[in-house]
Every structure is written in C-alpha cells, then in structure tokens.
C-alpha cells in the first residue's frame, strides 16, 4: 500500500512538472540542500554535535518525548537519537540496540544491504534518555514503541521513501515489539536473534538447550570449570575482592563480592555459548587447572567486573524490563547442587534497586508471540543455532504474510544474514531490497550476501551486541 501511494504521488508530480524543466531540478536542489535545516526545523529536534564521516552526514540529536504517550500533559523528556544520512532519495533502516545509543556512525547490516539512511534510538530510561523524576511504570515496550513511533512520524516527511526497521538481541525484541503495536509504520522488519520467551515460568526450552548443544565432551568441560569455580570460592572470592579494591568496584546493589561472584560464575556456561565459537571449546581449562587458568577463563567469559555497581547499573533499565513484562530465563544446574549459597539470585529483582517496585506482566509476551504468529507481514527472523537465547525463538503461522524464520548454522549470539545457508541468504536479502524498494544492483549469486555499498571497515563494525547472559 505504502509503495502503491507513493507511486501514485510520484506520477502525479511527474504530470505536473512536464515542461518545468530546471526550474523543477532547481527546486529539488534547494529542497536538498541542508539537511540539518530541514532536521532541526521538527518541532522537539535539537542537536547535539555533527561529526564528519565520508559518504555521509552524520547527526547526534535530542527529540522531545511524552514520559507517558497516553497523557502527554505528564511531563517530557530528552530522547537521543542519531542520523547517518546518505540522501532522502534513499529507503530508512530504523536501527535501536534496545540499550544506549552508540555515538560513533555504524551502518547495520541492513543499511549496508540497501545504501540507505539510518536513524537509531537511544531506548528510553538508559541515561541520558531518562525522565527526571524517574517514573519506572512508564517503562514499558508500549510506551517504548510510541517512542519509535513518533520519532518515524516525525521524520518521514524528511525521509519518504521506504522505511525498515532493524535490531539485534534486545533491539530485535524491540523491533517485534513496535511492528506489533504500530504494524503500518514499516516496510519491513528484520530482527536479529531475538528472544521470545512467552512462558516464564516455563523454561524447558533452555534446558534442552544445554543438554544438546555443540558436543557432549564441551559441555561436560564447561560443567565441570564451572563446578570447580564453586569449589574454589574462597580464594577466587578473595581474589575477587582484592581486585575490586584496586579498580574501586562496589558492590550496593548486588548486596557483596560473594553474591556477585556466585552469579558471575553461574553466568558461565551461558555466557559461553552466547558468544564463544565452539572452536573455543579446545580452551575450557580442566578442572585440574590452576586457579590462575580457571579465574582467567572465567572473567574473559563472564566479566568479574560487571556485577560490580559500576557494571550493573547501566542496565538497570534492561532488568527492570525483564522483571516485569519480558522475562528471564531460569534454567537447571544439577551438576552445581550443594555448592550454591544464594538460590534464585541470578534473577531480574537482584539487579534493580529495591525501591523501584517490580510486578510481572504475564500476558505482555503471548500477547506479542500471538500477534506474530497470527498478523505478522514482512518480517524476517534470524537465529543463531548455537545461541542460548534462540532456545525459545519467535515463530511465524501459515497466515503470516510474506515473514520468514532462520537459523545461521553454527552461529551464537552474533548471527546475521551473512551468516545463513546460501539460500535463506539469498531469499533474505531480496526480501529486504524488496521491502526497502530498492533495485538489486549485483549479479545473481547464492555465495554472498548481495548489498549496495562498499565494506567499510569503520562504518559496517558490528554494534556490539550485549553479553554475560543479558540479550
């Protein structure tokens, strides 16, 4: 439909200007001629800084938000959002990560497949985009999709050709989230391993997962590093301590150092195959290693620094979410009974401050997994086949319209479309140039994944995707 209108409003323009000849390309020069302008003329935009990147333009901005998109009385916010502008000729990719705003130009996959403009969100509550008051209730995927909503509203007389929306992990999720609440905004949807966990209380999925992935020899090396950490907790807890008062880490929120090494080292075998190839499975220590071997192991895969205060409290915002509408996996480790002190610790009320009240919302996610089962169109799942988080993975019905679901063999947490067999690759990439609008400029080929730009080595690194059993 979108294309249909914009078709018929492009003839209608052509009709119109028979004759006009430069005056015409005059108009459109001018029309053209500082974006900046025509960006900071939105009521709400300002900017931040302008940063020189080649090829492009690329703005760090600030847009007024409602703190509550059903009463926008309420009280406002700054919302950061960043624009790589290659020409409004263009199609959009919408990218947002789900956490903060990267203030370095990157280009997605996306955008690099379709030559396109990209506008990211910084996802509201991560600082600086947090109200003040903050009022933690207005954290919501709702009110978040609003977000991007009205953000799209506001540009996409700016940027008019096709729009599509992008997002790995937690920025898959969000992606889903704003397709399922404002279905008409896009062209298209492309969400990169992207959990779905529609049952919280239910976390068989997980559990099958770890009992099945890679070979039976890794995994019994992982369980066994991973019970002889436990084993070794008082002098790696020591360890742990000294270190956190040589780098000045604390430990408020977490409650102490042992509490937080005890989900440091839970975290580890998830942690591993989220984003270790299992190439690395020749490098699990054994379990009669040196403590030495066995702590290094365990802060290059886990992280002892991020359990501290000054690692958690970023993601203080992701937590709270997870702990009231999108869930947290909880899975068994029977190989680990007797050694842990603090059952049921590594879960989202740990990790936000007690004041900040939390109470789950089961119908939010089968809310979501039933709209894209039953409504979804145009919208493109990729999985890795050795991620944890694709254990409960978003699935399409027979009613879904042109959408489709795969899985990178062999990949983790960092899967994309590069990474699909050559032809899911294939029908993945033209799904996107079809959505985006654009003309396939290269040679037909299932080898490689077909785009519209030159590799760039700056632009097209990967925004990192976030680790240590968090998506």
């Not at 919302?79 to 903060?100: A, C, E, W």
């Not at 999985?383 to 990949?411: C, H, I, L, M, Q």
Request: charged content about 25%.
């Amino acid at each position: 439909m979108r294309k249909a209108l914009r078709w018929l409003l492009s003839l209608v323009v052509l009709i119109g200007t028979v004759g006009i000849g430069t005056a015409s390309a005059s108009a459109e020069s001018a029309e053209h001629a500082d974006i900046k302008q025509r960006l900071l003329a939105i009521p709400g935009m300002s900017l931040i800084e302008e940063k020189p990147v080649d090829g492009y333009r690329f703005f760090l901005l600030n847009y007024e938000q409602p703190v509550d998109h059903r009463n926008p009385e309420a009280g406002t916010f700054q919302q950061r959002l960043s624009i790589l502008h290659k020409h409004v000729d263009r199609p959009t990719v919408f990218f947002t990560s789900g956490y903060n705003l990267s203030t370095q130009p990157r280009r997605s996959e996306p955008t690099q497949i379709v030559d396109g403009n990209q506008v990211s969100m910084e996802y509201r509550f991560f600082t600086p985009s947090r109200p003040e008051p903050a009022d933690w209730s207005k954290l919501t995927i709702w009110q978040a999709a609003s977000d991007q909503h009205r953000i799209h509203d506001a540009l996409e007389d700016v940027y008019d050709q096709n729009w599509v929306a992008t997002g790995g992990s937690k920025g898959g999720m969000t992606a889903t989230y704003y397709r399922r609440f404002y279905p008409y905004d896009m062209d298209g949807t492309i969400a990169y391993v992207a959990p779905n966990n529609v049952d919280d209380r239910d976390d068989r999925a997980y559990d099958e997962f770890f009992a099945t992935v890679g070979t039976e020899k890794c995994r019994t090396a992982l369980n066994a590093v991973q019970r002889e950490a436990f084993v070794r907790r008082d002098e790696m807890v020591e360890r742990y301590r000294q270190q956190a008062e040589a780098e000045g880490w604390t430990f408020d929120l977490i409650g102490d150092v042992d509490r937080a090494y005890e989900v440091v080292v839970l975290d580890l075998v998830y942690a591993f195959w989220q984003y270790q190839p299992e190439t690395e499975c020749a490098n699990v220590p054994a379990a009669d290693a040196s403590t030495d071997e066995i702590w290094n192991f365990v802060d290059a895969v886990s992280g002892f620094s991020f359990y501290t205060d000054q690692g958690l409290t970023p993601y203080v915002p992701y937590y709270y979410q997870a702990g009231t509408q999108m869930g947290n996996p909880d899975m068994e480790n029977a190989h680990l009974d007797g050694l842990l002190r603090y059952p049921g610790i590594n879960a989202p009320r740990s990790f936000v401050p007690e004041d900040i009240p939390m109470e789950f919302e089961r119908r939010a996610m089968r809310d979501i997994d039933r709209w894209v089962r039953k409504h979804s169109s145009e919208m493109l799942f990729v999985n890795g086949e050795n991620d944890p988080w694709g254990a409960e993975p978003f699935r399409v019905g027979k009613k879904a319209d042109d959408s489709y679901v795969f899985t990178a063999p062999g990949a983790n947490h960092g899967a994309d479309i590069a990474s699909l067999k050559d032809g899911e690759r294939r029908i993945a990439t033209e799904a996107l140039l079809d959505w985006a609008d654009v003309e396939n400029e290269q040679p037909e080929t299932d080898t490689a994944t077909k785009r519209l730009t030159e590799p760039d080595r700056k632009l097209d690194k990967q925004v990192e995707r976030q680790r240590t059993f968090r998506p």
